[in-house]
């Protein structure tokens, strides 16, 4: 079973955040919410979430996937920690997965990763270094690198990543089961 890590630090999109949660564990994937500077994290809406461990407990062996939620707040303070940094940087050498949604790429392009096709929030590729942004689809699949536009993107990025990890049949039955 694979394992998937999603930080989450203060000012994180609830929506998308939950939504990747939820989804991939119905999916039978094991996630590990990681907190970034503390246990209970609040999303920009004022949501708390208790998170499983810090992501400081969390190494690149144990994962295969890292996963960041967007949020303006939130992915500011995913692109000054210095672990989930360091993961990034370590599972791309690994050519393990590295998804992003949102305003998250901007922490993929502080670690250096985003080299390929991408997409992000509209608006937010300007403060991104790498020209490769695409607006259009939703999701971007370039090599090990997933990203994803926003909040009413999230079901179809997890849907995605469900089928990369689990299969077709079982992101088919679980789509059937969500009326998707």
């Known amino acids: ?3 998937i890590c999603i930080p989450l630090a203060r000012g994180f999109e609830e929506l998308e955040a939950i939504t990747l949660i939820d989804i991939l564990r119905r999916a039978k994937i094991n ?3 990681a907190g970034v500077n503390e246990e209970w994290i609040e999303g920009s809406h004022q949501i708390k979430i208790k998170t499983d461990t ?3 407990n969390v190494t690149a062996d144990q994962i295969d996937m890292i996963l960041l939620p967007g949020g303006m707040q939130g992915t500011q303070g995913l692109c000054q920690n210095q672990y989930v940094q360091g993961l990034i940087k370590e599972l791309n050498q690994q050519t393990k997965t590295i998804g992003a949604i949102c305003a998250a790429p901007l922490a993929l392009d502080t670690a250096q990763v985003l080299k390929g096709r991408f997409t992000c929030y509209p608006g937010l590729q300007d403060q991104i270094k790498s020209p490769h942004y695409e ?8 090599k090990n690198i997933m ?4 909040p009413a993107t999230a079901m179809e990025f997890a849907l995605e990543i469900v089928k990369f990890f689990m299969g077709k049949n079982i992101c088919n039955n679980l789509k059937k089961d969500l009326l998707y």
């Open 1 to 3: 079973m694979p394992t």
């Open 31 to 33: 996630v590990i919410i």
């Open 54 to 56: 810090l992501i400081k």
């Open 135 to 142: 607006e259009s689809p939703n999701v971007i699949i370039d």
């Open 147 to 150: 990203t994803s536009k926003g």
